[in-house]
């Protein structure tokens, strides 16, 4: 009988509405210590989990980066995330799929921002392929160009032209950004049942994985 030493993969338990408190906690330091305590436990155990999903679907190996927030010596953060992408070191300058939580809601997505190289390839890869994408990806799912900013605008609601304005913007702008998926009112049951929580974040990586595909 072969024993093995590997942890059995535990339910995740999901995200409760209170969870989202933490970004009105007045001050730097109280709100670091309260994502620490209660969001970066989740967030580090959504990266060990998925992880290896994306490392099968990408077809090479994904890395977990959770939000350190280290540069921050004022103002405290608005929103946290765990990214995925294929640098053991850091995400930024790589494509990648990101879950996070704002105040108001969580969000799932690609992202690929300003300081990544890779901006002009997809732009240009998806300007191209604006047919591909609007088959691809649901009318409801979310468009940003900015991931500072909560929320965006559905593709159904871009349209053709808005979305090949915004990818123009991507190839021609230096700070400019495209980020695309859902996002899960911070009272929608689904977050506090982590099994349909994490099925629900693995469907979405699976429908943005074609924008992933196009940033190289």
Not at 38 to 53: C, V
Not at 138 to 156: A, C, F, R
Request: hydrophobic share 40%; glycine share 8%.
């Amino acid at each position: 009988m072969t024993l093995t030493t590997e942890p059995a993969n535990r339910a995740f338990a999901g995200f409760a509405p209170d969870d989202f408190d933490v970004f009105a906690v007045p001050g730097l330091e109280p709100r670091m210590d309260a994502l620490i305590s209660r969001i970066r436990p989740k967030l580090n155990e959504l990266g060990e989990q998925l992880s290896p999903f994306l490392t099968e679907l990408c077809g090479e190996p994904m890395f977990p980066h959770v939000a350190k927030h280290a540069r921050r010596t004022i103002n405290p953060p608005n929103d946290t995330w765990v990214a995925f992408a294929p640098g053991k070191r850091g995400y930024k300058m790589f494509p990648h799929f990101q879950i996070g939580l704002f105040g108001s809601h969580l969000f799932a997505q690609f992202a690929i921002i300003y300081e990544s190289d890779n901006k002009t390839v997809f732009a240009e890869h998806a300007l191209r392929q604006l047919d591909e994408i609007e088959r691809n990806i649901p009318g409801h799912y979310l468009w940003s160009g900015n991931h500072m900013v909560p929320g965006g605008d559905t593709q159904e609601e871009l349209g053709r032209d808005g979305l090949a304005k915004l990818l123009e913007r991507l190839r021609t702008v230096k700070a400019s950004e495209a980020l695309c998926g859902i996002v899960i009112d911070r009272q929608d049951p689904i977050l506090r049942d982590g099994e349909a929580f994490v099925a629900k974040v693995k469907e979405t990586f699976r429908t943005v994985l074609p924008l992933y595909k196009m940033s190289f």
